[in-house]
């Protein structure tokens, strides 16, 4: 494949700064520069051009004079990126289940575990934390809190825990809260789990698969049952089994997020209420009972 078929297969001339390349073409410009890096571009460097890395190191405006201040943006930013990818890998194994193909659901769903062991290891910078190197900043961050993370939502409301209210604070923003409302209403990957099971002769009752996806998902007897049954047959053809493990790994590391969360919580403020005017600890212990994917835990009792 030639540079320009390269070019057509990455969206065509003129879509992206970076020039395709082919290997014969890396193996010249190699022996050219005598096994050392290109260092002369006349355009913008490659790297850049690609990563748009030089616009993600402009977006740092700390409010304050103090040094632990940029940790606390720059991690809440990085967090906002994990959550983004991890919602792209949901998508994509939900399309996946859409189309009964669970082996290729795998692979999306391992990766989005993956990002959430990332996502949790970004909490661990700011293990400094203490409530005085808090409330040197605090206060100028006004009303503003994670509370307010479109993108989080997004996340839990693909991850099965729907509350209606919480695209509320979104409405002065017309796209974004139009997107929430669209990832509300639509199907989360449990759902599509579920409709999976009983597409797979699962005894999954109707009511449970024409119900309303904008509520949230109440654990049901049925789910419990078809994953013991899942489970007693373990072979390497067994994919509903495989996807059951993948969905374990998603749903704990998810749930180490919110323990860390609050945890993070605990050690730079205590129980004090929040920014955004929760009850700020209180209010995540609380959320924290709200269990992702329920009766792939709840079946382990019965197996």
């Not at 040094?67 to 998508?91: A, C, D, H, K, N």
């Not at 002769?201 to 419990?224: F, K, M, S, T, Y």
């Amino acid at each position: 494949m030639n540079s320009t078929e390269l070019a057509e297969l990455a969206g065509g001339p003129g879509e992206s700064a970076v020039r395709p390349v082919t290997a014969d073409e890396r193996e010249e410009r190699a022996a050219a520069n005598a096994g050392e890096p290109t260092v002369e571009f006349t355009d913008r460097v490659p790297y850049d051009a690609y990563v748009h890395a030089s616009t993600l190191h402009s977006l740092q405006s700390t409010l304050s004079k103090d040094p632990g201040e940029m940790s606390f943006l720059m991690v809440s930013q990085i967090m906002e990126l994990y959550f983004g990818l991890t919602r792209f890998e949901i998508r994509e194994a939900q399309r996946l289940l859409r189309d009964d193909d669970v082996w290729g659901a795998l692979a999306p769903l391992r990766r989005a575990a993956l990002h959430l062991e990332g996502l949790n290891a970004s909490w661990q910078t700011l293990r400094w934390m203490t409530p005085a190197d808090f409330n040197r900043f605090r206060d100028l961050l006004g009303e503003g809190s994670g509370f307010q993370s479109a993108m989080y939502r997004h996340l839990e409301f693909l991850l099965g825990l729907k509350t209606a209210s919480l695209v509320r604070p979104f409405r002065s923003q017309p796209d974004v809260y139009a997107e929430l409302v669209e990832t509300l209403e639509g199907p989360s990957l449990w759902d599509d789990v579920i409709a999976l099971l009983a597409r797979r002769g699962h005894n999954i009752p109707q009511a449970l698969l024409d119900r309303d996806v904008a509520r949230e998902h109440q654990p049901h007897p049925a789910v419990e049952q078809a994953w013991v049954r899942v489970y007693e047959h373990n072979t390497p053809h067994n994919h509903l089994r495989m996807l059951g493990e993948a969905l374990t790994e998603v749903a704990e590391q998810f749930g180490d997020w919110r323990y860390r969360h609050l945890k993070a919580v605990q050690r730079s403020m205590g129980a004090k209420v929040g920014s955004g005017g929760s009850a700020g600890l209180a209010w995540l212990q609380r959320s924290m009972a709200r269990v992702v994917f329920p009766e792939i835990w709840s079946s382990r009792t019965s197996m």
